[in-house]
């Protein structure tokens, strides 16, 4: 599979030697806006071909799958043009800025029969299958609720300080705790409160985000953009827990009974980065013919779109731009 990536910054490095170390997939085009810089990426990785506009590289027939790693405010937009020329595209998380711009690229996605997939990693790690094969094998019985926090220093990160860029804690970093609490409770939730805390730029600095289930279970979610935190989940059940270390990009899951004894340890598998896990999926839904992933279907990112959409409703945070 020839390999493209289109916005080369930090994540795109990342992804770019992940590709590298993959066997059946290369990295064949990279594109930035700049095109000395994508010169001058492309001579670093290896790469043949780079192009100095996004549109370049999505007109390429050569490329099968283009990752666009472009800040949110930009994916609506690139991973549109992307699919209008007939390219598959691994779209980085958050999946767009808001509801109404992921179901446009959804319903665009089945109107060209071309593979749309969020590139939200931890939904597609050996660790995250592991966790629901022991949630399904009821070991701690039935769940209770649901905790998790995330943060990192970022202030300084101009895509997550800007609400031009569609920046804020939320779409950068709480949709990994929101995505902690969909994966072991799903999404029946009755009611939804949150309190944020925000920069003097109007965006999301931190916030807690409490989720209350039609079965009475709760998930209570932290995340911030002002310090770095243990970024760990934990499951309550009636008959024990389930403590997951990194829910950014799951390290070790530990299983303990009611009486506190650790019943089972499983440690993260030796892996190139993590990002392979997303690549080797798309590859396996374009040889099947797929428009989706089974990891991260659309309805699912569908659905997270609306919870953020409801959450920024809650704090009154709109972006330039949106209706």
């Given at each position: 599979?020839?390999?493209?990536?289109?916005g080369?910054?930090?994540i795109?490095?990342?992804?770019?030697?992940?590709?590298?170390?993959?066997?059946?997939?290369?990295?064949?085009?990279?594109a930035?806006?700049?095109?000395?810089?994508?010169?001058?990426?492309?001579?670093?990785?290896?790469?043949?071909?780079?192009?100095?506009?996004?549109?370049?590289?999505?007109?390429?027939?050569?490329?099968?799958?283009?990752?666009?790693?472009?800040?949110?405010?930009?994916?609506?937009?690139?991973?549109?043009?992307?699919?209008?020329?007939?390219?598959?595209?691994?779209l980085?998380?958050?999946?767009?800025?808001?509801?109404?711009?992921?179901?446009?690229?959804?319903?665009?996605?089945?109107?060209?029969?071309?593979?749309?997939?969020?590139?939200?990693?931890?939904?597609f790690?050996?660790?995250?299958?592991?966790?629901?094969?022991?949630?399904?094998?009821?070991?701690?019985?039935?769940?209770?609720?649901?905790?998790?926090?995330?943060?990192?220093?970022?202030?300084?990160i101009?895509?997550?300080?800007?609400?031009?860029?569609?920046?804020?804690?939320?779409?950068?970093?709480?949709?990994?705790?929101?995505?902690?609490?969909?994966?072991?409770?799903?999404?029946?939730?009755?009611?939804?409160?949150?309190?944020?805390?925000?920069?003097?730029?109007?965006?999301?600095?931190?916030?807690?985000?409490?989720?209350?289930?039609?079965?009475?279970?709760?998930?209570?979610?932290?995340?911030?953009?002002?310090?770095n935190?243990?970024?760990?989940?934990?499951?309550?059940?009636?008959?024990?827990?389930?403590?997951?270390?990194?829910?950014?990009?799951?390290?070790?899951?530990?299983?303990?009974?009611r009486?506190?004894?650790?019943?089972?340890?499983?440690?993260?598998?030796?892996?190139?980065?993590?990002?392979?896990?997303?690549v080797?999926?798309?590859?396996?839904?374009?040889?099947?013919?797929?428009?989706?992933?089974?990891?991260?279907?659309?309805?699912?990112?569908?659905?997270?779109?609306?919870i953020?959409?409801?959450?920024?409703?809650?704090?009154?945070l709109?972006?330039?731009?949106?209706?």
């Open positions: 599979m020839n390999f493209g990536i289109l080369l910054g930090t795109a490095e990342k992804m770019a030697l992940t590709v590298s170390k993959m066997e059946g997939v290369t990295l064949a085009g990279v930035a806006r700049d095109l000395n810089k994508a010169v001058n990426f492309a001579k670093r990785f290896g790469v043949e071909k780079a192009y100095g506009t996004y549109e370049d590289l999505a007109s390429d027939d050569s490329i099968d799958l283009i990752y666009v790693a472009t800040p949110h405010s930009f994916h609506y937009e690139h991973a549109k043009m992307c699919m209008e020329h007939g390219r598959a595209v691994l980085e998380k958050a999946f767009c800025v808001n509801e109404r711009e992921a179901e446009k690229l959804i319903s665009l996605s089945a109107e060209k029969n071309v593979l749309l997939c969020e590139a939200m990693w931890v939904r790690m050996p660790l995250a299958k592991r966790l629901s094969e022991l949630l399904s094998e009821d070991l701690i019985g039935e769940i209770v609720s649901v905790t998790a926090n995330i943060g990192y220093e970022l202030t300084k101009e895509r997550v300080v800007e609400p031009a860029l569609a920046g804020g804690a939320l779409l950068d970093v709480g949709i990994y705790a929101l995505t902690f609490a969909t994966m072991a409770l799903g999404y029946d939730i009755s009611y939804l409160s949150t309190s944020v805390v925000k920069l003097s730029s109007g965006v999301d600095a931190q916030e807690n985000i409490t989720l209350t289930y039609q079965s009475g279970a709760m998930a209570d979610l932290y995340s911030t953009m002002l310090s935190t243990n970024r760990q989940g934990v499951i309550y059940g009636t008959d024990g827990y389930i403590e997951v270390d990194n829910i950014n990009r799951f390290e070790a899951l530990r299983v303990y009974d009486n506190h004894n650790c019943i089972k340890e499983i440690e993260r598998e030796p892996q190139i980065s993590g990002y392979e896990y997303e080797m999926a798309c590859m396996e839904a374009l040889k099947r013919g797929e428009i989706e992933c089974e990891q991260m279907p659309h309805a699912m990112t569908l659905r997270m779109m609306q953020m959409d409801g959450i920024r409703r809650q704090w009154g709109v972006y330039p731009g949106e209706e």
